[in-house]
Antibody, heavy 122, light 111 residues
Framework: QVQLQESGPGLVKPSQTLSLTCTVS??????????WSWIRQPAGKGLEWIGR???????NYNPSLKSRVTISVDTSKNQFSLKLSSVTAADTAVYYC??????????????WGQGTLVTVSS | HLVLTQSPSASASLGDSVNVTCTLS???????IAWHQQKPQKGPRYLMK???????TKGDGVPDRFSGSASGADHYLTISGLQSEDEADYYC?????????FGPGTTVTVL
């Protein structure tokens, strides 16, 4: 069964770039027809989709974050990554990585990582 | 514009049944959705995908007391024989070709 684990700094200064990595175990990131995604959740609030990447490198982003987000994949390390630039306190959240499953050409969230808290503060 | 609506809270007594409703915005009643459970201080867990015809695909180890159904724009998550460990937030989620939308979540309380 696939497992996902987020890692990265828990504290980022305002205006800097948030960088997180998701390590995939229990299967190759490049096998199968899957998208890999980042989702975040501010404390006490709901879930917000950030973006997704296919193993080919094709990406889609939430329009509200698109200008600041980059998602990439490293198949040699079985990892995918998130970079969010010019962060502010509003970007403080628990960040989750996830695997999306194909259903008739559409992809839904099927597996979640445990999440990692990122705080933006000076 | 695709939006999901959920009631903020639902409650039932131990052993009873509770329904959590997720409503798709106008014009999107044919959408399938997924349900996710989030217990306090934990990450979400996939429960099931529910098609607009009510057929559902459960996640690994999801108890039989969890079931899903659909009627028009409304999707329902039913928890039968409610247990104390079912106290959690429940989120519905849907998708387009290249975007994803989450509902605001429903907090289920076991009385």
């Amino acid at each position: 069964q696939v497992q996902l684990q987020e890692s990265g700094p828990g504290l980022v200064k305002p205006s800097q770039t948030l960088s997180l990595t998701c390590t995939v175990s229990g299967g190759s990131i490049s096998s199968g027809s899957y998208y890999w995604s980042w989702i975040r959740q501010p404390a006490g609030k709901g879930l917000e989709w950030i973006g997704r990447i296919y193993t080919s490198g094709s990406t889609n982003y939430n329009p509200s974050l698109k200008s600041r987000v980059t998602i990439s994949v490293d198949t040699s390390k079985n990892q995918f990554s998130l970079k969010l630039s010019s962060v502010t306190a509003a970007d403080t959240a628990v960040y989750y990585c996830a695997r999306l499953k194909n259903s008739s050409g559409y992809y839904y969230v099927r597996y979640w990582g445990q999440g990692t808290l990122v705080t933006v503060s000076s | 514009h695709l939006v999901l609506t959920q009631s903020p809270s639902a409650s039932a007594s131990l052993g009873d049944s509770v329904n959590v409703t997720c409503t798709l915005s106008s014009g999107h009643s044919s959408q399938a959705i997924a349900w996710h459970q989030q217990k306090p201080q934990k990450g979400p867990r996939y429960l099931m995908k529910v098609n607009n015809d009510g057929r559902h695909t459960k996640g690994d180890g999801v108890p039989d007391r969890f079931s899903g159904s659909a009627s028009g724009a409304d999707h329902y998550l039913t928890i039968s024989g409610l247990q104390s460990e079912d106290e959690a937030d429940y989120y519905c989620q849907t998708w387009g070709r290249d975007f994803y939308v989450f509902g605001p979540g429903t907090t289920v309380t076991v009385l």
